[in-house]
């Protein structure tokens, strides 16, 4: 049986071993010829589709920036590696249509492939980090400790710490991708501007063939460079495939399986590619060159253009699981709303009901956590925390006017109720809040303010270690109102816009994953 797979193997390897003769002619032949009209053709139509395809798909997801799929995935590192992925992809292509530089192959090796895996990697870190963060945010709320302002004469922001951490988040995945750029572009053009062989071997400026540079291997000594990163791509890529498994992700085909797979891929390719260059080169000074060629691994090699043809594979898959998918995402989850939209259980009021039921939020939550959004549902956690605030001090202050003593409101112990609301949100007994009412225009009474300026530095502050996407308008409107004239009912505006986030994001997984149990 073995002998039988061998034999059918050999069957598509032809694994004849190539005379010196065969070599040089090898060497000499590139594929900007007659000989390879045909394939030509094809690379040609392929690079006007892939072209049209990215750009068409780059604008849309662009246009969908707002959207909170593509907010989950970070817009701005996304939307700058498919820019990435399509110019490198032009100038993988173009080589198979025209003469080029051999210096546009170094840019795209040296350059565009690092930057490339290096938001690649940076994305794949996002994901690892702001996962475990989501799960600490809901952790350290509540064990948060409140600063009395009436025992301190100012107001500490609370949870600090979680802001500090986020911004060496945001601090740790810059570095990891500026850093390694600059010095790659740094070493590249050091190479060219000291080592007169490589300007020689690889010219800027000179039109050639780049299939007989590949197969001769010329300006090696500049490619030393994609070697290196590419030995700790594979090492980072190893390791964050290992850390992405232990990530919990509500989506089967969202960010963790975009990240997982590609790093799957690009290892794969990476293995490919190192064997194919080993048994194929056929000129090199960084390693020995195999002196018994078979001609099954130089057709490979001039088949995928020196390898180029797996990694821009690699790249068009990228592509598709960073560009094209969440925007089909976003249009699949539209129609889906739309289909279902008669539906009762899907109307915003039937998810105010499930916002009062704290079992329910605390399933909310755990789904927040894998979408890293978990901020929303602390903050109707927290909203709700304050209406019972108010609620509470109401019933002291009847009770103080009742009794005709204003002790009963100035001596109570709002910190201590506060803290046994946010220690018990999860076992909330207190009812739903449609129990309570109030009059959003009333003052803040000075006994509870604290803590309303406290929830501002939590979720409504730019620098907040859990902000909020609110709109600007409801941004400025708080501030002020804060800061001037602080109503009870000022983050009414911005519980509106969490709510409505919260129902066209992570219900329809919630309704998904519990539908059958709810009727």
Same mark, same amino acid.
């Given at each position: 049986?073995?002998?039988?797979?061998?034999?059918?193997?050999?069957?598509?390897?032809?694994?004849?071993?190539?005379?010196?003769?065969?070599?040089?002619?090898?060497? &000499?032949?590139?594929? $900007? !010829?007659? %000989?390879?009209?045909?394939?030509? =053709? #094809?690379? /040609? *139509?392929?690079? +006007?589709?892939?072209?049209?395809?990215?750009?068409?798909?780059?604008?849309?997801?662009?246009?969908?920036?707002?959207?909170?799929?593509?907010?989950? &995935?970070?817009?701005? $590192? !996304?939307? %700058?590696?498919?820019?990435?992925? =399509? #110019?490198? /992809? *032009?100038?993988? +292509?173009?080589?198979?249509?025209?003469?080029?530089?051999?210096?546009?192959?170094?840019?795209?090796?040296?350059?565009?492939?690092?930057?490339?895996?290096?938001?690649?990697?940076?994305?794949?870190?996002?994901?690892?980090?702001?996962?475990?963060?989501?799960?600490?945010?809901?952790?350290?709320?509540?064990?948060?400790?409140?600063?009395?302002?009436?025992?301190?004469?100012?107001?500490?922001?609370?949870?600090?710490?979680?802001?500090?951490?986020?911004?060496?988040?945001?601090?740790?995945?810059?570095?990891?991708?500026?850093?390694?750029?600059?010095?790659?572009?740094?070493?590249?053009?050091?190479?060219?501007?000291?080592?007169?062989?490589?300007?020689?071997?690889?010219?800027?400026?000179?039109?050639?063939?780049?299939?007989?540079?590949?197969?001769?291997?010329?300006?090696?000594?500049?490619?030393?460079?994609?070697?290196?990163?590419?030995?700790?791509?594979?090492?980072?890529?190893?390791?964050?495939?290992?850390?992405?498994?232990?990530?919990?992700?509500?989506?089967?085909?969202?960010?963790?399986?975009?990240?997982?797979?590609?790093?799957?891929?690009?290892?794969?390719?990476?293995?490919?590619?190192?064997?194919?260059?080993?048994?194929?080169?056929?000129?090199?000074?960084?390693?020995?060159?195999?002196?018994?060629?078979?001609?099954?691994?130089?057709?490979?090699?001039?088949?995928?253009?020196?390898?180029?043809?797996?990694?821009?594979?690699?790249?068009?898959?990228?592509?598709?699981?960073?560009?094209?998918?969440?925007?089909?995402?976003?249009?699949?989850?539209?129609?889906?709303?739309?289909?279902?939209?008669?539906?009762?259980?899907?109307?915003?009021?039937?998810?105010?009901?499930?916002?009062?039921?704290?079992?329910?939020?605390?399933?909310?939550?755990?789904?927040?956590?894998?979408?890293?959004?978990?901020?929303?549902?602390?903050?109707?956690?927290?909203?709700?925390?304050?209406?019972?605030?108010?609620?509470?001090?109401?019933?002291?202050?009847?009770?103080?006017?009742?009794?005709?003593?204003?002790?009963?409101?100035?001596?109570?112990?709002?910190?201590?109720?506060?803290?046994?609301?946010?220690?018990?949100?999860?076992?909330?007994?207190?009812?739903?809040?449609?129990?309570?009412?109030?009059?959003?225009?009333?003052?803040?009474?000075?006994?509870?303010?604290?803590?309303?300026?406290?929830?501002?530095?939590?979720?409504?502050?730019?620098?907040?270690?859990?902000?909020?996407?609110?709109?600007?308008?409801?941004?400025?409107?708080?501030?002020?109102?804060?800061?001037?004239?602080?109503?009870?009912?000022?983050?009414?505006?911005?519980?509106?816009?969490?709510?409505?986030?919260?129902?066209?994001?992570?219900?329809?997984?919630?309704?998904?994953?519990?539908?059958?149990?709810?009727?």
């Amino acid at each position: 049986m073995v002998k039988n797979l061998f034999n059918n193997l050999c069957l598509f390897f032809n694994s004849t071993i190539v005379s010196k003769e065969e070599l040089d002619e090898y060497a &000499r032949t590139g594929f $900007l !010829t007659d %000989t390879f009209i045909v394939e030509r =053709s #094809i690379y /040609l *139509f392929l690079f +006007f589709f892939i072209s049209i395809i990215t750009v068409t798909f780059l604008i849309i997801f662009y246009k969908l920036r707002n959207s909170y799929i593509i907010h989950q &995935r970070n817009f701005g $590192l !996304t939307f %700058t590696e498919g820019i990435f992925i =399509s #110019i490198d /992809l *032009f100038i993988i +292509f173009l080589p198979q249509l025209t003469e080029v530089p051999c210096f546009l192959t170094v840019i795209s090796a040296n350059i565009l492939n690092t930057i490339i895996n290096l938001i690649f990697l940076t994305r794949s870190l996002r994901v690892i980090l702001f996962y475990h963060y989501n799960i600490f945010k809901v952790t350290s709320i509540s064990k948060k400790k409140y600063n009395n302002p009436r025992k301190e004469n100012i107001i500490h922001e609370p949870n600090n710490y979680l802001h500090l951490l986020s911004k060496k988040i945001k601090i740790v995945t810059a570095l990891f991708i500026i850093i390694p750029s600059l010095i790659a572009i740094a070493v590249t053009f050091l190479i060219y501007l000291i080592d007169s062989e490589v300007r020689k071997d690889c010219p800027i400026w000179k039109l050639e063939d780049t299939m007989i540079s590949f197969k001769n291997n010329k300006g090696e000594k500049v490619y030393i460079v994609v070697i290196i990163f590419g030995f700790f791509f594979m090492t980072f890529n190893f390791i964050f495939a290992i850390l992405l498994i232990n990530v919990k992700d509500v989506n089967k085909y969202g960010v963790k399986f975009e990240c997982l797979s590609v790093s799957i891929m690009t290892l794969a390719f990476n293995i490919i590619n190192i064997i194919l260059q080993k048994n194929a080169t056929i000129k090199s000074t960084y390693f020995d060159i195999n002196e018994n060629i078979r001609r099954g691994f130089l057709d490979i090699y001039e088949k995928t253009k020196g390898g180029k043809m797996f990694f821009s594979f690699n790249l068009m898959y990228m592509f598709f699981t960073s560009i094209i998918l969440p925007v089909i995402h976003y249009y699949r989850n539209k129609l889906s709303k739309n289909i279902y939209f008669q539906d009762p259980m899907n109307s915003l009021q039937y998810f105010y009901k499930l916002l009062n039921t704290p079992s329910l939020v605390s399933e909310l939550r755990e789904i927040a956590i894998k979408e890293f959004s978990v901020e929303n549902v602390l903050f109707w956690e927290n909203y709700q925390i304050l209406q019972k605030m108010v609620n509470k001090y109401y019933i002291e202050y009847n009770k103080a006017k009742e009794f005709r003593d204003e002790r009963i409101v100035t001596q109570y112990d709002f910190e201590n109720y506060y803290f046994q609301q946010l220690q018990g949100n999860n076992n909330n007994s207190d009812g739903s809040m449609d129990n309570y009412s109030y009059d959003p225009n009333m003052p803040i009474p000075d006994e509870i303010l604290p803590y309303f300026t406290s929830f501002y530095y939590m979720f409504i502050d730019y620098n907040s270690p859990d902000v909020v996407n609110i709109s600007g308008t409801s941004e400025r409107q708080i501030y002020n109102e804060i800061c001037f004239n602080p109503t009870i009912g000022v983050y009414d505006s911005a519980k509106n816009e969490v709510v409505e986030m919260m129902y066209n994001s992570i219900y329809p997984i919630f309704l998904k994953n519990n539908k059958q149990s709810l009727y």
